[in-house]
């Protein structure tokens, strides 16, 4: 099979239930981001909102495997302000070369609001190979999960992976 890694980065805990679901649908592996600032003085989100409005890039903490070991990285993000968090953009620049094969899922506030495909593909310098946009009222309940279902098999139908596997091949 195509081996694929979700990397996720999470302020709610949205973006990472998707990021499991994709786990235990499809069985691929999770790395997550934590930001390792911390700041009394801005709790919640006004921090993060305001990282990734000022561009900052905070030092991050990555758990998970090593993400050029895998030939598709899922990035599982949430959208602050019409940008990617802070902490994405540290770990897309950190990692910008290994990350050669990168697919979205991009979880909004609103239907209003953008998707991270843009940021990305101008901090990695080439444009991802499938994303999602998916608002938070569309991921409750059942129609997440369908939604979320859908994007793991339009990114690696079930049945090409185990034919390949099958014959000792990777799916394209």
């Known amino acids: 099979m195509d081996s694929m ?3 996720v980065y999470s302020e709610t805990g949205l973006a990472r239930l998707v990021a499991r679901q994709l786990h235990a649908d499809r069985g691929w592996p999770v790395g997550e981001l934590h930001d390792l600032r911390s700041h009394p003085e801005t709790p919640g989100l006004l921090r993060p909102l305001l990282d990734s409005l000022l561009h900052r890039d905070p030092p991050i903490a990555y758990q998970g495997p090593e993400p050029g070991d895998f030939r598709t990285v899922v990035l599982v993000t949430p959208m602050l302000a019409g940008h990617v968090p802070a902490a994405m953009r540290s770990f897309l620049t950190h990692h910008r070369e290994q990350l050669r094969r990168v697919a979205i899922v991009s979880i909004l506030k609103s239907e209003e609001a953008v998707s991270a495909v843009p940021e990305v593909a101008e901090l990695l310098g080439h ?37 390949a596997a099958g014959a000792g091949l990777s799916p394209a």
């Open 5 to 7: 890694l979700v990397v």
């Open 127 to 163: 444009a991802p190979i499938h994303n999602a946009t998916l608002t938070a009222a569309e991921l409750e309940g059942e129609r997440g999960t369908a939604l979320v279902r859908e994007f793991g098999e339009l990114l690696q139908p079930r049945s090409a992976g185990l034919q």
